[in-house]
């Protein structure tokens, strides 16, 4: 059995609903919409010792200009005690508590996805893993997604930021 953030429990392998957010960045002078779209399981299943989740990240420009690039840009940060780990499952992006008995907040490092090919939208998703699940605070987990985009003729970034 394990239990999701809120607390309710389920039998290994059954899915339930995930937790999202987005946040919208209306452009200046009519150029459309830059959304930063985030989404993680809201069931963590257990393996072993470790914790696992879900995620997605993306970003989407909706409007009519040509895109130079758009990129998604993501993180997740969970209070940890005693050496445990987390990682988006990404090389590189693992962090880890010291080994104290105190909790700490600790947060992957932050990796990116660019489109630049003229794609509209960037996304990413892969696997949330943090153990040993005994030195995880139940319910720290927070995923951050930032979405930025460079339009054609536009020397501006314009950047917008979601979290769960």
Do not use: C
Request: aromatic fraction near 10%.
């Amino acid at each position: 059995m394990a239990a999701d953030d809120n607390g309710t429990v389920g039998p290994l392998g059954v899915y339930f609903p995930h937790i999202s957010a987005s946040q919208a960045l209306a452009l200046p002078g009519g150029e459309g919409t830059l959304t930063a779209n985030v989404w993680r399981s809201s069931y963590v299943s257990q393996t072993g010792n470790a914790l696992t989740w879900d995620w997605q990240v993306s970003a989407v420009y909706a409007g009519p200009r040509s895109v130079e690039w758009i990129r998604t840009q993501w993180y997740s940060q969970a209070d940890l005690r005693n050496g445990a780990s987390i990682s988006m499952g990404l090389s590189g992006d693992s962090a880890s508590a010291s080994y104290s008995s105190s909790w700490q907040a600790v947060r992957t490092a932050p990796k990116y996805w660019t489109n630049n090919n003229g794609a509209k939208e960037s996304d990413y998703r892969g696997n949330l893993v943090i153990g040993p699940a005994v030195d995880y605070r139940q319910g720290s987990i927070v995923t951050v997604n930032t979405a930025s985009v460079k339009l054609a003729g536009d020397p501006k970034i314009y950047t917008i930021s979601a979290g769960v």
